[in-house]
T-cell receptor
Framework: SQELEQSPQSLIVQEGKNLTINCTSS?????LYWYKQKYGEGLIFLMM?????EEKSHEKITAKLDEKKQQSSLHITASQPSHAGIYLC????????????FGKGTRLHILP | SQTIHQWPATLVQPVGSPLSLECTVE??????LYWYRQAAGRGLQLLFY??????ISSEVPQNLSASRPQDRQFILSSKKLLLSDSGFYLC???????????FGPGTRLTVL
């Protein structure tokens, strides 16, 4: 079965600094989803990537998909306290699968 | 616009007691519905998903069950709770034929 590994597991950065979170799949990616979760709350959909080389941005958050490496990266520029939370990546289980398999998440702390 | 509700927000139950968690979606028809459990260190685990009324697929064998009595209502139940059932339960929906999932606010269940 497909597995998604996120790195790092946790991250502490100074406000204003840039950071990158990675998500690597054990199998071919048929769609990669990024979500953000604040503690004790539901997941908020950030963006979806489908094609190799695709790059999308949501405010100061940019995600890229490297299909050959079966990997996606999430980059935050000039981090703010509002960026703190857990970032989860998810991927379709197969080309015709409508379910999403999730990584364990990366916990991001922003120091003022 | 579409919204998803979960009830209750928090729940403390003794071992062996029954459970009923409710999820309702508004503003869409024929959604796919999902129940997840999020436990510390284990990530997001898909428990059940449904593509229509009365159609339930179970992903993980356990003492939980799910039902979909109406198109936009999804219920998670148990006859006798175990300590290991504690966790954060999330409901999600996706549009018919779509993969992107949108999550509810979650229910935190503590079994004592």
């Amino acid at each position: 079965s497909q597995e998604l590994e996120q790195s790092p597991q946790s991250l502490i950065v100074q406000e204003g600094k840039n950071l990158t979170i990675n998500c690597t799949s054990s199998k071919t990616l048929y769609g990669l989803y990024w979500y953000k979760q604040k503690y004790g709350e539901g997941l908020i959909f950030l963006m979806m990537l489908q094609k190799g080389g695709e790059e999308k941005s949501h405010e100061k958050i940019t995600a890229k998909l490297d299909e050959k490496k079966q990997q996606s990266s999430l980059h935050i520029t000039a981090s703010q306290p509002s960026h703190a939370g857990i970032y989860l990546c998810g991927a379709r289980g197969g080309n015709r699968d409508d379910k999403i398999i999730f990584g364990k998440g990366t916990r991001l702390h922003i120091l003022p | 616009s579409q919204t998803i509700h979960q009830w209750p927000a928090t729940l403390v139950q003794p071992v062996g007691s029954p459970l009923s968690l409710e999820c309702t979606v508004e503003g869409t028809s024929n959604p796919n519905l999902y129940w997840y459990r999020q436990a510390a260190g284990r990530g997001l685990q898909l428990l059940f998903y449904s593509v229509g009324i009365g159609q339930i697929s179970s992903e993980v064998p356990q003492n939980l069950s799910a039902s979909r009595p109406q198109d936009r209502q999804f219920i998670l139940s148990s006859k006798k709770l175990l300590l290991s059932d504690s966790g954060f339960y999330l409901c999600a929906w996706s549009g018919m034929g779509q993969v992107t999932q949108y999550f509810g606010p979650g229910t935190r269940l503590t079994v004592l």
